[in-house]
């Protein structure tokens, strides 16, 4: 009995050759088979959802891809000047060095205005404990745009 | 453009200036005209030299020298006060000088005011004890040195143009 089982085993695979190999199977399966509507039942999202993307990156040899690239060759093949034109066209760097020392240096005029105004206010206030005044009225004439004066500080 | 003042600035804006920052606008626009006037002698020896070939600072003595920078200090102090209120020392500390308008002043008030510091620097001290923060020569040309950190220019004043009442405090 076991001796016409393992007999069918050996035969099955060439069976199965000796009937498909005349067949045109590609052409068979593209006349009855609708690939589309095949398509369209595999659930992509689930399929996509038990990869595990961190498993195949620590799968990558990183250092070997790397070894391998020719650097020198996709360099060569870039137009550096080109692309460094493009850059700086982008960027502006004449107007972004103009706003940034602009900038430094009002803030640092400004400091210096706040702290001469401090100063003002410190030796207005000496001088007038010493002759004995209250206060000083500094309204001055007009009402320049920027003005939203008091009239003491 | 509309200029826009940090917030910390704003209240005090448009008020009399005090004694620091005005003296130390003065210190600037005298190194200014210091300055000036020492290029200008050098220069002057410099062109004396092409003639004789020999390089030798010849100035014309302590006393021109101090008068040239006394007229260039004038001459300074007037062009900076009569277009925009301002010199570069005062551009620098956020002052403008206006008259009592708060308007910028006419040329003959600027010359006259330039005059009075330039003779008279003295003057200038009186800030310290004025209740009004005042120099002898503010006191005398009707003049105020406000803190105006914005670069619009307040308006000119015209001799016979009307003294606009709204918005304009005629003061002392």
Redesign the interface.
């Known amino acids: 009995m076991q001796a016409a089982a393992a007999f069918v085993r050996e035969l099955e695979p060439r069976i199965a050759r000796a009937v498909l190999e005349p067949l045109d199977l590609t052409a068979l399966m593209s006349e009855s088979v609708d690939l589309d509507e095949l398509a369209e039942q595999i659930d992509v999202q689930r399929i996509a959802e038990r990869i595990d993307p961190n498993a195949i990156a620590e799968g990558i040899d990183v250092d070997r891809v790397a070894e391998r690239l020719d650097l020198d060759a996709i360099v060569l093949r870039l137009d550096l000047p080109t692309l460094v034109e493009d850059v700086l066209a982008e960027i502006d760097v004449a107007d972004l060095i103009r706003q940034s020392t602009g900038t430094l240096t009002g803030d640092a ?2 400091e ?3 702290v ?2 401090d ?3 410190v ?2 206030r000496f ?1 007038d404990r010493i ?1 004995r ?1 209250r206060k ?16 003491e ?1 | 453009m509309t200029e826009v003042l940090p917030a910390r600035a704003r209240p005090f804006q448009g008020l009399r200036a005090g004694p620091v920052s005005r003296a130390l606008a003065s210190a600037l626009d005298v190194g200014v005209v210091a300055l000036v006037t020492a290029g200008l002698v050098m220069g002057w020896s410099l062109i004396e030299s092409l003639g004789d070939g020999t390089f030798a600072v010849s100035t014309p003595g302590p006393l021109g020298v101090f008068l040239l920078g006394e007229f260039l200090l004038v001459l300074y102090l007037w062009i900076g006060w009569a277009t925009t209120g301002r010199t570069v020392g005062k551009q620098i500390m956020g002052l403008r000088v206006v008259n009592h308008r708060g308007e910028l002043m006419r040329p003959g008030g600027g010359l006259l005011r330039a005059l009075a510091c330039v003779v008279f620097p003295l003057g200038l001290a009186w800030t310290l004890v004025s209740s009004h923060n005042r120099s002898l020569q503010d006191v005398v040309l009707q003049t105020s040195v406000i803190y105006d950190w914005n670069a619009r220019l307040p308006e000119r004043s015209a001799r016979h143009a009307p003294l606009e009442t709204g918005g304009q405090r005629r003061v002392e």
């Open positions: 005029i400004d210096v205005r706040y001469s105004v100063a003002d206010r030796v207005a001088v002759i005044r000083r009225h500094l309204d001055a004439p007009g009402e320049p745009e920027s003005a939203a004066g008091r009239n500080i």
